[in-house]
């Protein structure tokens, strides 16, 4: 893959979130939310303290869904980001 984002911004991939709960009850596609963790995949020059490889958390409606080589990711201003998983 060969993208650069521009400004402030991101490229993110989402992380899948289980598919049961702690009970054990099985959560079917269509009832779960999109996930609001993402792993950093390419990252602006401009960007200071996020990098490549960070797991972040964002908002609900934060970004602009991309489809690159058949995968799909968010570019997400760094406005936009919650925080760093550590």
Request: net charge negative.
């Amino acid at each position: 893959m060969n993208f650069q984002p521009l400004g402030k911004r991101v490229l993110v991939e989402r992380l899948e979130e289980a598919t049961t709960t702690a009970s054990g009850i099985i959560i079917p596609d269509n009832a779960k939310e999109k996930p609001s963790q993402g792993k950093v995949v390419a990252v602006s020059s401009e960007v200071e303290n996020v990098a490549t490889g960070d797991t972040v958390v964002f908002g609900k409606y934060a970004g602009s869904e991309l489809t690159l080589e058949g995968a799909k990711y968010l570019v997400i201003d760094t406005d936009d980001l919650l925080g760093i998983i550590k």
